[in-house]
């Protein structure tokens, strides 16, 4: 028969390993990786422009983007267009093969107040990828953050 293991912590080792047990789990979770408009597109393939292996590997995970906040269609809309270049009007386009390479749908977790179109801002949400058209509006995108959240920068 084995005897019970037992260790004896002092209470200064006990306030100690309470105290690092929040560090230790702020150092286990990830940060959000950052995405630039340069990194989106790969290669032009038989189709035309393909996804980089940066976005294919950051599909579904957090991410930041920086850009400008193209002038939303009407005040109480809970996405918006992230732009390379501050834009005086939408570029939302009609189908995917019009699509922009340096464009990027956002949709807000929250409602926000929208920022002058010349503004920098800071957007992290989570990325998606890949023909989807938004069943409320219509609208087509190849590039989205869902679950988004901005700051100006």
């Known amino acids: 028969m084995t005897k019970p293991l ?4 002092s209470r200064r080792s006990m306030l100690g390993l309470i105290a690092a047990a929040p560090l230790a789990a702020a150092g286990s979770a990830r940060a959000a990786d950052t995405l630039g ?3 989106l597109y790969g290669k032009f393939g038989v ?3 393909e996804f980089s292996d ?3 590997k950051l599909s579904g995970r957090p991410v930041t983007m920086r850009g400008f906040m193209a002038p939303p269609l009407k005040a109480e809309a809970k996405f918006f267009v992230l732009t390379e270049i501050p834009m005086s009007i939408c570029p939302f386009c009609s189908s ?11 949709y807000l977790s929250d409602k926000q107040t929208f920022t002058q179109p010349g503004q ?3 957007v992290d949400g989570k990325l998606e990828f890949g023909s989807w058209t938004d069943p409320e509006t219509g609208f087509v995108s190849l590039l989205r953050l869902r679950q988004a959240e901005y700051q100006t920068a």
């Open 54 to 56: 940066k976005v294919k």
């Open 6 to 9: 037992s260790v004896t912590l």
């Open 120 to 122: 920098t801002i800071e």
């Open 96 to 106: 995917d093969a019009d699509w922009p390479d340096n464009i990027v749908v956002v």
């Open 37 to 39: 408009f340069d990194e």
């Open 47 to 49: 189709l035309g422009l």
